[in-house]
């Protein structure tokens, strides 16, 4: 019998910018809930990767006086080793950049071309290079992007073709109220978006005349595809040229942040529709991580580094930390001195510390095996990235229980072959085997250590699992 197979993806990141906080929020997710259909015996096919083409990629590499190809492969890996030392489980890190990629684009395109849903006009408009998209008059806020305030928002006039979107609004409304498709998750994101595109949606530009660095559109040597165009179809083009790939599509879950909801939900759904290609099943859209109540920017000097993260509260206590303030509704407000104090109470005085006492309290003892099942409202709850309330469901069962019962039972008061103290030493360990279990996804390396210190004659904690900040 073939397993069952998951396919989860993440946005493909800019390589305008080395990677922050922001994008590890949206790739430490991913990998939870990865590794958590591993952990169910599912075939999980993991795609990440980086965005290379377009403007604001171009003008970046400009800025350094390199060709932008260069700057690319000296940019790309920062992301993919941000990812491995964040113990992230991707199964393939796409380029956009790399030509198996940019061929399927080109067919991908030509379908949409042959279906006669492509249109030269020309296109003036407002253009904000960091979005790398077009705005309208009411989305600028004293004339300037809101998400890129302090960036100048050019104006634009060029011949572009242009994808008929309008054309698809009936079938895309059709499917997005259809209660069985639950395509756009959590429920709040969908009726933005039922009622934005109820009100106007116009048809899109989906080539650039006057941007060089991008792919070719095939009918038309003189312009390149719109990044956005490009970058969407990775998803696609991924599961199609890695080996073995093929049957996954369509995607079962596509991350994003909300600010990329619109590219996700309405303008990918149409040009599949368009190009005759399966549509996948499901986006989790979330929102922003806010740092000390101000959003996160390079000018602000207030990003937060994957690296600086790792430094301070070591690959699981970072990964615990974006799980337990993932913005799943809401932006979160986070910052160093808050995780700190996370940190220490949750991991150095909670987990680790139990560890640490029950291990000492039950040295040598062997309790027989544990037998661990799934837990479904952990499983769901992660399944739709409500990490904070899974973690905190795995807690209260199993960390906070133990610990009353040792204060209850007092064990290191009573003999060592007294009963009441070998069964609260047996309870503690069952408890503990089963939140190593549980929280594995989120913090492999010190659940396969917890696993590893109950297992068979139990031994004491030589260095503690999360040293006290
Ligand atoms: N290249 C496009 C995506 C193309 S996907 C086909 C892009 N790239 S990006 O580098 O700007 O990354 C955006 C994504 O990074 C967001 O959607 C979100 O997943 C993550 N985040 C970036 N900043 C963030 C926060 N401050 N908080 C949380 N996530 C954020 O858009």
Same mark, same amino acid.
């Given at each position: 019998?073939?397993?069952?197979?998951?396919?989860?993806?993440?946005?493909?990141?800019?390589?305008?910018?080395?990677?922050?906080?922001?994008?590890?929020?949206?790739?430490?997710?991913?990998?939870?809930?990865?590794?958590?259909?591993?952990?169910?015996?599912?075939?999980?096919?993991?795609?990440?990767?980086?965005?290379?083409?377009?403007?604001?990629?171009?003008?970046?590499?400009?800025?350094?006086?390199?060709?932008?190809?260069?700057?690319?492969?000296?940019?790309?890996?920062?992301?993919?080793?941000?990812?491995?030392?964040?113990?992230?489980?991707?199964?393939?890190?796409?380029?956009?950049?790399?030509?198996?990629?940019?061929?399927?684009?080109?067919?991908?395109?030509?379908?949409?071309?042959?279906?006669?849903?492509?249109?030269?006009?020309?296109?003036?408009?407002?253009?904000?290079?960091?979005?790398?998209?077009?705005?309208?008059?009411?989305?600028?806020?004293?004339?300037?992007?809101?998400?890129?305030?302090?960036?100048?928002?050019?104006?634009?006039?060029?011949?572009?073709?242009?994808?008929?979107?309008?054309?698809?609004?009936?079938?895309?409304?059709?499917?997005?109220?259809?209660?069985?498709?639950?395509?756009?998750?959590?429920?709040?994101?969908?009726?933005?978006?039922?009622?934005?595109?109820?009100?106007?949606?116009?048809?899109?530009?989906?080539?650039?005349?006057?941007?060089?660095?991008?792919?070719?559109?095939?009918?038309?040597?003189?312009?390149?595809?719109?990044?956005?165009?490009?970058?969407?179809?990775?998803?696609?083009?991924?599961?199609?040229?890695?080996?073995?790939?093929?049957?996954?599509?369509?995607?079962?879950?596509?991350?994003?942040?909300?600010?990329?909801?619109?590219?996700?939900?309405?303008?990918?759904?149409?040009?599949?529709?368009?190009?005759?290609?399966?549509?996948?099943?499901?986006?989790?859209?979330?929102?922003?991580?806010?740092?000390?109540?101000?959003?996160?920017?390079?000018?602000?000097?207030?990003?937060?580094?994957?690296?600086?993260?790792?430094?301070?509260?070591?690959?699981?206590?970072?990964?615990?930390?974006?799980?337990?303030?993932?913005?799943?509704?809401?932006?979160?407000?986070?910052?160093?001195?808050?995780?700190?104090?996370?940190?220490?109470?949750?991991?150095?005085?909670?987990?680790?510390?139990?560890?640490?006492?029950?291990?000492?309290?039950?040295?040598?003892?062997?309790?027989?095996?544990?037998?661990?099942?799934?837990?479904?409202?952990?499983?769901?709850?992660?399944?739709?990235?409500?990490?904070?309330?899974?973690?905190?469901?795995?807690?209260?069962?199993?960390? %906070?229980?133990?610990?009353?019962?040792?204060?209850?039972?007092?064990?290191?008061?009573? %003999?060592?072959?007294?009963?009441?103290?070998?069964?609260?030493?047996?309870?503690?360990?069952?408890?503990?085997?089963?939140?190593?279990?549980?929280?594995?996804?989120?913090?492999?390396?010190?659940?396969?250590?917890?696993?590893?210190?109950?297992?068979?004659?139990?031994?004491?904690?030589?260095?503690?699992?999360?040293?006290?900040?």
């Amino acid at each position: 019998m073939s397993l069952k197979k998951f396919f989860i993806t993440t946005p493909i990141y800019y390589i305008n910018d080395v990677p922050h906080i922001g994008h590890s929020c949206t790739t430490i997710a991913a990998d939870i809930i990865a590794r958590l259909h591993r952990q169910l015996g599912e075939e999980v096919f993991f795609l990440t990767g980086t965005d290379e083409h377009g403007q604001k990629v171009d003008e970046a590499a400009k800025k350094l006086k390199l060709e932008t190809q260069d700057y690319c492969d000296q940019i790309s890996p920062r992301f993919k080793e941000a990812w491995k030392d964040l113990n992230i489980s991707f199964d393939y890190f796409i380029r956009t950049t790399d030509e198996k990629h940019k061929k399927i684009v080109k067919e991908v395109l030509e379908k949409i071309y042959k279906k006669g849903d492509v249109y030269k006009a020309k296109y003036e408009g407002w253009y904000c290079i960091g979005c790398e998209k077009f705005l309208t008059e009411s989305d600028l806020v004293d004339g300037k992007c809101p998400l890129h305030p302090k960036d100048k928002t050019v104006w634009k006039s060029e011949e572009n073709w242009f994808f008929k979107l309008s054309k698809y609004v009936p079938e895309l409304i059709k499917l997005i109220e259809d209660p069985k498709s639950n395509y756009i998750f959590p429920e709040g994101k969908k009726s933005e978006i039922l009622a934005k595109i109820k009100d106007e949606v116009k048809d899109v530009s989906l080539s650039r005349e006057n941007v060089d660095w991008g792919i070719e559109v095939p009918w038309d040597k003189k312009q390149s595809v719109y990044v956005w165009f490009d970058a969407l179809i990775n998803y696609y083009s991924a599961s199609q040229f890695v080996e073995g790939k093929k049957d996954f599509w369509p995607a079962d879950l596509h991350l994003l942040g909300k600010e990329i909801l619109w590219f996700h939900t309405v303008i990918w759904q149409a040009m599949l529709l368009s190009a005759g290609i399966k549509l996948p099943k499901k986006t989790y859209t979330h929102s922003f991580y806010m740092i000390d109540g101000q959003k996160m920017s390079k000018s602000l000097g207030n990003v937060i580094s994957p690296k600086q993260l790792i430094d301070t509260f070591g690959v699981d206590g970072s990964r615990y930390l974006v799980a337990r303030s993932f913005p799943s509704n809401n932006d979160s407000d986070i910052g160093i001195e808050r995780f700190k104090e996370k940190y220490n109470a949750d991991l150095a005085n909670n987990l680790g510390n139990l560890v640490s006492r029950v291990c000492r309290l039950a040295e040598g003892n062997d309790y027989g095996p544990t037998i661990t099942k799934a837990d479904e409202k952990f499983n769901t709850l992660i399944n739709e990235c409500k990490f904070n309330e899974a973690i905190n469901h795995v807690f209260v069962s199993y960390i %906070d229980s133990s610990n009353e019962l040792l204060n209850n039972d007092k064990p290191w008061k009573l %003999d060592k072959d007294d009963e009441k103290r070998k069964e609260c030493l047996s309870t503690c360990r069952a408890n503990l085997q089963r939140a190593a279990y549980y929280l594995s996804p989120v913090m492999p390396e010190s659940c396969k250590k917890i696993k590893e210190l109950l297992e068979g004659k139990i031994e004491a904690v030589k260095k503690p699992l999360f040293p006290r900040i």
